[in-house]
């Protein structure tokens, strides 16, 4: 046996390891296998001499004499600091308390367990198992949660374990209301959370197999799926928190689910006078009828393309005064039609206009490739029947938005011609590198409008961080509760992640939540056995580590059973 040093790159900088190594024969080939993981080597380095000493006899050179003491055991080196910090998170915004109330402390207890999964080390129920294999993960009374495993010629996970994640998704589900509606209180109470502006957006994860009946369908997939099966999830935010999360049948247009969605959070949370604001995917003359319920108003982006509205803003924008927006990120004004009570926010963006211009130009060397060859075929008698040369020049203008600026004729000879629709083209270009926002609300000026769209990015990014961060896609459950308890679990998780978030951002740390959470996997939890006396101890933090524990108020991580000194 020998002692090895494996050093290993992290966010916050290079970690050295110390693990206990032995080789052996196999066969004619002599490997090497890992006998134990001694941590950190900067933790240990004081107690190396003494292990080496005390292991000298096994080593492969001569041993020299050494004094006499027991056996020295490493049984267990597991993960620790993300599993602190979502405690720490966990017990901030009283999600404990909540479930404990709504549900039981069992559920309250389980519900963490699977929270602190998908936050930390994403996976299905199965996956959990492993999960808590290698993690430190305590129940109500600080003991380690372990993993139940049965045999039955591959290892797998003990049926009794799954059933009681499959049960605690089920007691969720039920309470899934109620307990949004306390968490909401319990976010308004502790961090003020203002629920004047409310942000409503929509996205679509799939499934793997058929899904269950109730809810997966085919439709429009964001996640560039259309064969396979999915569901829309819709979350609402105030004041960047996640307030309130929905799933509707994968076939749904968006503007079907918004009058839904308003009259479950006016009912719930007892929102007075708000702004709702949404995509230009949710506009339609019902959703706005909806929004301007009672004293709401609305802020909406407004589709740029087919809508003589736009058009119009568009010309009348030429003679109005502009304004610059901030950091020299673009100008905007301020618009009003005749006979029209509500406001239009005009915005000209010149990254933007950067971006869509590049994307034209690409769409249009695209589209005339291909009208291109359609001509030749035509040409060589490849294609004949004006049916057959009019589907493929659709198919032709439809792969690269080629109809925005290509039409085509067939001669009278049978000659396929194409050209640039002029007009058209001059239309594209009127609206390149702006979008234009829709608003009644008299108190929000051109300028305060743009913020507050611009603020629907945070909805977005939620999205982001359930899909990417988060990852609950692809789903497997087969029944649409499970599925609605599934997501409601990254609902929970979401609401963990941006109370990360803002802890970060009030001790003045600009790293994303992927970086923070990577950055805490280093910190482990060793139990060393020395001369029959078991002791554990936590491996020091690196400095960014130690800087997110120290923004969630942990600035000495302890073993558990020990009392972490707070910030």
Not at 266 to 288: H, I, P
Not at 334 to 356: C, F, H, K, Q
Not at 433 to 440: E, F, K, V
């Amino acid at each position: 046996m020998f002692v090895r040093k494996v050093a290993r790159e992290y966010p916050g900088g290079r970690v050295e390891y110390v693990y206990l190594v032995e080789s052996y024969r196999d066969g004619a080939r002599s490997r090497q296998r890992t006998v134990a993981n001694l941590g950190r080597a900067d933790v240990l380095a004081p107690h190396l001499d003494a292990i080496v000493r005390l292991l000298r006899p096994q080593l492969l050179t001569p041993p020299t004499p050494a004094p006499q003491s027991g056996p020295v055991r490493v049984p267990e080196a597991l993960t620790y600091g993300p599993v602190a910090v979502a405690q720490a998170l966990w017990t901030e915004v009283g999600l404990g308390e909540i479930l404990t109330h709504t549900c039981s402390t069992e559920v309250a207890e389980r519900s963490f367990v699977l929270v602190a999964h998908r936050l930390v080390h994403p996976g299905s129920e199965h996956a959990l198992a492993w999960w808590l294999d290698e993690s430190f993960v305590p129940d109500a009374r600080g003991q380690r949660l372990r993993p139940a495993w049965q045999t039955h010629g591959r290892v797998r996970v003990a049926g009794r374990q799954l059933l009681q994640w499959y049960r605690t998704l089920d007691a969720l589900f039920t309470a899934k209301p109620q307990i949004e509606t306390e968490l909401y209180a319990r976010l308004r109470d502790l961090f003020g959370l203002q629920v004047d502006i409310v942000f409503f957006d929509l996205t679509s994860t799939y499934f793997e197999g058929r899904g269950p009946k109730d809810v997966a369908r085919h439709g429009h997939s964001r996640d560039g799926r259309p064969r396979n099966r999915q569901v829309l999830v819709g979350v609402v935010m105030a004041s960047g928190w996640p307030i309130a999360s929905y799933v509707f049948e994968g076939n749904r247009q968006d503007r079907s689910t918004v009058k839904e969605v308003l009259a479950d959070v006016r009912s719930r949370f007892a929102v007075q006078r708000v702004v709702w604001v949404a995509d230009r995917g949710m506009v339609s003359d019902d959703t706005l009828a909806a929004m301007t319920e009672g004293t709401d108003h609305y802020l909406v982006g407004l589709q740029r393309r087919r809508n003589p509205t736009a058009q119009a803003v568009v010309q009348a924008s030429v003679s109005q005064p502009r304004q610059a927006l901030p950091h020299g990120s673009g100008e905007v004004c301020e618009v009003t039609l005749s006979g029209d009570a509500a406001r239009y926010v005009i915005v000209w963006s010149p990254e933007r206009l950067r971006y869509e211009r590049t994307l034209r130009r690409q769409d249009m060397r695209r589209t005339r490739d291909r009208l291109r060859k359609l001509a030749r075929a035509v040409t060589t008698r490849k294609l004949r029947t004006p049916a057959k040369i009019g589907v493929r020049a659709g198919a032709c203008l439809a792969a690269h938005h080629g109809m925005r600026y290509f039409a085509w004729a067939l001669t009278p000879d049978g000659r396929f011609r194409y050209w640039i629709d002029r007009a058209k083209l001059r239309a594209e270009r009127r609206v390149e590198g702006t979008y234009i926002l829709h608003t009644n609300e008299p108190s929000l000026d051109a300028l305060r409008a743009v913020a507050v769209y611009k603020d629907l990015q945070t909805v977005e990014r939620g999205f982001r961080t359930l899909k990417d961060v988060l990852a609950v896609r692809p789903i497997y459950h087969r029944t649409a509760a499970r599925v609605r308890a599934h997501l409601f679990v990254a609902h929970l998780a979401l609401v963990l992640g941006c109370a990360l978030e803002k802890a970060l951002r009030r001790a003045g740390l600009t790293l994303a939540l992927d970086t923070a959470l990577a950055a805490l996997r280093p910190v482990r939890l060793v139990t060393l056995e020395v001369d029959g006396t078991t002791t554990q101890v936590v491996t020091k933090p690196t400095a960014h580590a130690q800087a997110v524990l120290k923004a969630v108020g942990l600035s000495r991580l302890r073993p558990p059973g020990e009392c972490s000194e707070t910030a």
